[in-house]
């Protein structure tokens, strides 16, 4: 009798679990989500598009320092490669699983800011 009981128990958990995940509310909840998405992506290349003519008047300005400045289209970030690597100054070395391992690298940068915040 107590495995009978431990049985139904665990069926009657089952079905509460099983009805409380309604497809209905998960495919609600996916096209919430997709519409979330769809409004994000459009206020960043908003913003991106207001942005980009402010910015690349920066750059091109010769008083700012900027010799060759390139653009991220993706981003909208702006950004200049003082001295460029070496293709061949890293080889890569496998792990006993056969896998890449991921080398040290050592980046030097300078960030500015380009102009004062629109207000």
């Known amino acids: 009798m107590k495995h009978a009981n431990k049985i139904l128990f665990l069926l009657f958990g089952a079905l509460i679990v099983f009805s409380a995940c309604d497809k209905n509310d998960f495919d609600e909840i996916q096209r919430e989500n997709a519409r979330q998405d769809s409004i994000t992506r459009a206020r960043i290349q908003k913003a991106l598009a207001e942005q980009e003519p ?60 380009a102009f004062p915040p629109l207000g």
Do not use: F, M
Request: proline share 5%; glycine share 10%; no cysteine.
């Open 54 to 113: 402010i910015l690349r008047a920066y750059v091109q300005d010769p008083g700012n320092g900027w010799i060759n400045p390139r653009r991220n289209d993706s981003t909208g970030i702006w950004y200049e490669v003082l001295a460029a690597g070496q293709s061949d100054s890293y080889t890569y070395k496998l792990n006993s699983l056969g896998q890449i391992v991921a080398p040290t690298v050592e980046v030097k940068y300078k960030g500015r800011k």
